[in-house]
């Protein structure tokens, strides 16, 4: 066995890699923070999307094929999108930004609800409240069909 520290491997190590491997693992650390810190941030604090400009949108086609197989669609309107629900012949249109934490609702035509997967949050299609933790009921939309000659009949979803 030697006893030059060099040779084993054991011994005392020059400051300067010492130095190397702190800066190593102090800047690694660094990255990795900033990689959890940063999209949490994000997440926090999303960037503003602008108020639509309108105080309505063209929701399409009345026999929009989403619409009718799942009896519902989200149109995009603004920084709030709209859940457009048909029922029957008739058209129903709401906030479709859960008012617990913001997740999309979706229609579940066999409960006759909007239902939102994040929380088991529920409304009735008046936008009310029906179960689960939100705290306010869904925003209220009119809707309107447009008849021109000669083109298929369109919805459009119009601010109350
Ligand atoms: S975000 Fe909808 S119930 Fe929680």
């Not at 923070?33 to 105080?55: G, H, K, Q």
């Not at 603004?78 to 930004?97: K, S």
């Not at 579940?108 to 179960?131: M, T």
């Amino acid at each position: 066995m030697s006893g030059d520290p060099t040779v084993s491997g054991q011994g005392p190590e020059s400051p300067g890699r010492r130095r190397l491997i702190n800066w190593f693992l102090g800047t690694s650390f660094g990255a990795l923070l900033a990689s959890i810190v940063y999209p949490l941030a994000r997440f926090m604090d999303p960037p503003e999307v602008a108020e639509a400009a309108t105080n309505q949108v063209d929701a399409g086609p009345i026999n929009d094929p989403e619409l009718r197989e799942k009896g519902f669609k989200i149109v995009p309107f603004g920084n709030d999108p709209v859940i457009l629900v048909r029922v029957g012949d008739e058209y129903r249109a709401l906030g479709a930004t859960c008012t617990h934490l913001n997740c999309t609702v979706e229609f579940r035509s066999e409960l006759q609800l909007l239902w939102c997967n994040c929380h088991n949050g529920r409304f009735d299609l008046n936008g009310q409240v029906a179960g689960g933790p939100p705290p306010k009921p869904l925003r209220i939309y009119d809707v309107h069909r447009v008849e021109e000659p000669g083109r298929p009949t369109t919805l459009v979803i119009e601010k109350v």
